[in-house]
């Protein structure tokens, strides 16, 4: 579990897409196998969480059914549990994967709709040690990306995740066991991304942990007119930002490059006159 000091030092989460149709990876990681070779290589990369996800979170993404979702997370959670002595978060917004996966010994369960699915909220109220992550997303990803629009896209972020942290704290969950997540790229233009980048901290002043991810994000493609699999340099460049602002887990494709520039950056931070 996430001890009480473990993000002193802001952590890698590795991304482990065990879906045909993911945005970046879909594909390579589909089979039992395939996953759990990527989740070892993570883990010599130097990862410290390992985030399954079984179910494509992509503009204009199809939803699966619960029954194919657990199909594809929970025989990889077992298998890196039984091997692996790494943190393991699952990216679900199905509260019947939450419970299962929490069974299975999942330590996180990262929700892109921040448990406000039916039942989802009592799925992680049941365990007394699951952490969470409650993410911003305008909009469902079918169709998020479709004109979003705030009047206001910091204040009213900041509503939505502090009113969120609220129901869990309603129900009982411990606020240490709560992480927000601004939603990069989930309903947000690239001018609402680049403000959300450069007014970051005014979420992890809130007094939680601040997880993002943005690696090979569409504004990286935007900006630097590049493709998925040439977004490296610009996912660096902004995971060093997020750590700068205060963020403690930065979740990424590329963990090696990652690993290394965080650790470069948390040392200048930390450096002393």
């Known amino acids: 579990m996430f001890s009480e000091n473990i993000l002193q030092i802001p952590k890698?989460?590795?991304?482990?897409?065990t879906t045909p149709d993911s945005f970046s990876d879909g594909g390579y990681f589909f089979s039992k196998d395939s996953a759990l070779k990527r989740a070892r290589q993570m883990v010599e990369e130097g990862a410290h969480?390992?985030?399954i996800g079984g179910e494509s979170t992509r503009p204009g993404a199809q939803s699966i059914s619960e029954q194919e979702e657990l199909d594809r997370v929970i025989?990889?959670?077992e298998k890196l549990r039984a091997e692996l002595p790494i943190l393991?978060?699952?990216?679900?917004?199905?509260?019947e994967v939450m419970r299962e996966s929490i069974s299975k010994g999942a330590d996180m369960i990262n929700d892109i709709m921040a448990l406000r699915n039916e039942d989802s909220l009592a799925a992680v109220a049941a365990?007394?040690?699951v952490h969470i992550c409650l993410m911003h997303i305008q909009g469902k990803p079918r169709s998020m990306q479709q004109n979003p629009h705030y009047e206001n896209v910091i204040n009213e972020i900041k509503t939505f995740l502090l009113e969120r942290v609220q129901a869990c704290l309603d129900v009982g969950i411990a606020a240490n066991r709560l992480f927000i997540d601004p939603g990069f790229g989930f309903g947000k233009t690239k001018a609402h991304n680049l403000l959300l980048m450069k007014q970051l901290q005014m979420f992890t002043e809130l007094g939680y942990s601040v997880l993002v991810g943005l690696s090979r994000k569409s504004l990286i493609g935007q900006i630097l007119n590049k493709p998925v699999t040439e977004r490296l340099y610009g996912s660096l460049a902004l995971a060093v930002l997020a750590v700068y602002k205060g963020t403690k887990i930065i979740r990424t494709h590329d963990v090696a490059a990652t690993v290394d520039a965080i650790k470069m950056t948390h040392a200048v931070l930390q450096q002393t006159d």
């Open 127 to 129: 365990s007394d040690k």
């Open 75 to 77: 025989p990889v959670l």
């Open 49 to 51: 969480i390992i985030d």
């Open 88 to 95: 393991i978060s699952v990216d679900t917004s199905k509260a």
């Open 12 to 17: 890698v989460m590795g991304i482990l897409n």
